[in-house]
């Protein structure tokens, strides 16, 4: 953010649809930042309508495996507000097999679900913030991606490719003040996450809301002695 007030602050949100970024672009409209929110499939009726606060930009069909539709996200997001400071992504996915021949084909969906997606968004909006000298990424990783279990090669492999990405970002900018920093999120509370596990103990589950404010603080001017982090956020203790 630098020295730009905070009703100046445009941040992109990618999976702006789903819990966590549904939480995050909430988090950031409330502090009178503008939201670039984007989504692959259409925004909810109702969720929209809750963002009616603030300064949002919709940029809903954007699939963020092709590098083109990315530059586009980012093109779209200057032509409204003439500037991108921060980029969160939440894009991603969870698949479990183990290593086994019809394994191969889960590999690569991961892969291009959580590290391509990455790697496209983070160099598509790197440029406009390489010209202004001022930049905070901050992607969504996991766990696994520090250390594998039984059958999360593929889940754990495309997560700690990228960390590596964020590593990468953060040591290649930051003469540029730009930094870089991914989270390491524990089983966040969602409707889906409950009815996938009905009988799993919920009270350490990590809200999407304190994920989006820990997220919220690596944008902020205080946020910036923090870059190429991988931060655990495994819920409460």
Same mark, same amino acid.
């Given at each position: 953010?630098?020295?730009?007030?905070?009703? =100046?602050?445009?941040?992109?949100?990618?999976?702006?649809? *789903?819990?966590?970024?549904?939480?995050?672009?909430?988090?950031?409209? !409330?502090?009178? %930042?503008?939201?670039?929110?984007?989504?692959?499939?259409?925004?909810? $009726?109702?969720?929209?309508?809750?963002?009616? =606060?603030?300064?949002?930009? !919709?940029?809903?069909?954007?699939?963020?495996?092709?590098?083109?539709?990315?530059?586009?996200?980012?093109? @779209?997001?200057?032509?409204?507000?003439?500037?991108?400071?921060?980029?969160?992504? #939440?894009?991603?996915?969870? $698949?479990?097999?183990?290593?086994?021949?019809?394994?191969? !084909?889960?590999?690569?969906?991961?892969?291009?679900?959580?590290? @391509?997606?990455?790697?496209?968004?983070?160099?598509?909006?790197?440029?406009?913030?390489?010209? #202004?000298?001022?930049?905070?990424?901050?992607?969504? %990783?996991?766990?696994?991606?520090?250390?594998?279990? %039984?059958?999360?090669?593929?889940?754990?492999?495309? =997560?700690?490719?990228?960390?590596?990405? #964020?590593?990468?970002?953060?040591?290649?900018?930051?003469?540029? @003040?730009?930094?870089?920093?991914?989270?390491?999120?524990?089983?966040?509370?969602?409707? $889906?996450?409950?009815?996938?596990?009905?009988?799993?103990?919920?009270?350490?589950?990590?809200?999407?809301?304190?994920?989006?404010?820990?997220?919220?603080?690596?944008?902020?001017?205080?946020?910036?002695?923090? #870059? *190429?982090?991988?931060?655990? %956020?495994?819920?409460?203790?």
């Amino acid at each position: 953010m630098g020295e730009a007030s905070r009703n =100046k602050f445009v941040v992109m949100v990618t999976g702006a649809a *789903g819990n966590l970024g549904g939480a995050v672009v909430a988090e950031f409209l !409330d502090t009178g %930042a503008k939201v670039a929110a984007v989504e692959r499939h259409l925004l909810d $009726q109702d969720r929209r309508a809750s963002w009616q =606060k603030g300064e949002i930009l !919709d940029l809903e069909g954007i699939d963020l495996t092709d590098l083109s539709a990315c530059q586009d996200a980012v093109r @779209r997001t200057l032509d409204a507000f003439g500037r991108l400071d921060a980029l969160v992504n #939440t894009v991603g996915g969870f $698949q479990t097999g183990p290593v086994e021949e019809q394994g191969l !084909d889960q590999w690569d969906h991961m892969f291009q679900m959580n590290a @391509r997606t990455a790697y496209a968004i983070s160099a598509a909006a790197l440029k406009p913030m390489q010209d #202004t000298g001022y930049g905070r990424i901050v992607h969504i %990783a996991a766990a696994p991606g520090l250390k594998a279990g %039984a059958s999360q090669a593929a889940y754990a492999a495309s =997560k700690s490719a990228v960390i590596r990405l #964020t590593e990468a970002i953060a040591a290649e900018n930051r003469d540029r @003040r730009i930094t870089a920093n991914c989270i390491l999120p524990g089983t966040i509370d969602t409707p $889906q996450n409950r009815a996938a596990m009905p009988n799993a103990k919920t009270d350490a589950w990590v809200q999407p809301a304190d994920i989006a404010k820990l997220i919220g603080f690596l944008v902020s001017p205080a946020g910036g002695i923090v #870059t *190429g982090a991988a931060i655990p %956020a495994m819920g409460r203790v």
